[in-house]
């Protein structure tokens, strides 16, 4: 990895020079698009791909408009990449126009510059090379301007035409492409590889206690850059994958990469999710170890920058523990942690 370090001093360069958004007071772009628009654009489009295939190809976009899945931020990035592509609406979900604004989306949201890759091709760029919207437009308006072939690229919804259109996007818009991301972090993950040990910690579900949660969540980051590595297809085309003829091991990767921990229809707590061939006791105590770290943090910045005595506002947690349970368990970590009770604090209103 880059040392972030090293990017102070072109970055100071860049602060001194007054160049737009790497100064204090400098104005900010917005893009008319961003991450949340780009997400539920995103998702909403893979939920409709997977009914499409699941029921043979007989519903469209009208028949979802009518059904109301269609409407507001959902299709707000879907109508902007037809703008900036000039591309025609199509009636199905499952046109090669759809299977693209899919992948735009995917290598908008998932940039290289800075990390896993150095920032590159420069630092002025950093911003539009690292912002979704940004991203997002630049990409859609490289289809217009340098590569319209690839909007009909996409009909099999493969590995082969997912690398092709990457890479040409990639090239023409002077980003890394989706593969070569995947590929860096792969490489970080092998046996013998600076994070192999941390990988055997989460081959076993069995973290070390230093920085817990980002030991977790970094590993399921890396796991889940091997796998798109490997079928970078399903990870774009979700909705394709799961339904239809196209189901191979999709189940397998759709649990693999689940959520950790989720809340139940009845419940607004968290829980662990189990998962086969995990035992349960191991992915309770993970679970244990996880939010306890996290209520510490809060509980640190309670104690560094808040005034008055602590809170504890963690029903969010768990909706069936008492007060006195939540308090209790955030105060015993605390204390493992620092070496004193929090009631033992003195603090100042």
């Excluded at 269609?70 to 900036?84: C, D, P, R, S």
């Excluded at 890479?167 to 070569?180: G, K, M, Q, R, T």
């Excluded at 792969?186 to 206690?209: N, Q, V, Y």
């Amino acid at each position: 990895m880059q040392h972030p370090k090293e990017w102070e001093e072109p970055f100071r360069v860049l602060n001194n020079e007054k160049e737009k958004g790497f100064y204090f007071g400098s104005r900010v772009e917005f893009w008319g698009i961003g991450a949340r628009e780009i997400f539920e654009g995103q998702a909403c489009f893979a939920q409709m791909q997977y009914l499409a295939f699941a029921s043979g190809g007989n519903l469209d976009l009208n028949d979802f408009k009518a059904l109301g899945m269609l409407h507001g931020v959902y299709e707000v990035a879907f109508n902007a990449f037809l703008n900036a592509t000039q591309l025609d609406r199509p009636s199905s979900v499952i046109h090669p126009t759809v299977g693209l604004f899919l992948l735009v989306c995917d290598m908008a949201i998932n940039p290289g510059s800075g990390f896993p890759h150095r920032i590159w091709p420069h630092y002025h760029s950093f911003i539009t090379d690292t912002d979704p919207g940004a991203r997002f437009l630049m990409l859609a308006t490289v289809v217009r301007l340098k590569c319209s072939t690839v909007a009909t690229a996409i009909q099999r919804y493969s590995r082969e035409e997912y690398i092709a259109v990457t890479e040409e996007l990639a090239y023409h818009s002077l980003n890394d492409s989706p593969l070569a991301i995947a590929a860096t972090c792969s490489d970080w993950a092998k046996e013998g590889a600076p994070f192999g040990g941390l990988m055997e910690e989460h081959r076993l579900f069995r973290f070390k206690p230093g920085n817990m949660p980002i030991r977790v969540l970094f590993s399921h980051f890396l796991s889940f850059m091997q796998d798109k590595l490997k079928m970078p297809e399903f990870f774009c085309w979700p909705g394709v994958w799961m339904a239809g003829e196209r189901v191979s091991e999709a189940s397998e990767l759709f649990d693999r990469h689940g959520a950790l921990f989720m809340d139940k229809e009845d419940d607004d707590g968290i829980f662990p999710r189990l998962v086969p061939g995990r035992d349960e006791s191991v992915v309770q105590e993970v679970f244990d170890s996880f939010y306890a770290i996290n209520l510490t943090y809060d509980m640190t910045d309670q104690w560094i920058r808040r005034p008055g005595p602590f809170t504890y506002n963690y029903r969010w947690l768990s909706q069936s523990a008492s007060h006195d349970d939540i308090k209790g368990f955030a105060d015993r970590h605390f204390e493992t942690i620092y070496g004193v009770r929090p009631d033992a604090v003195q603090t100042f209103a």
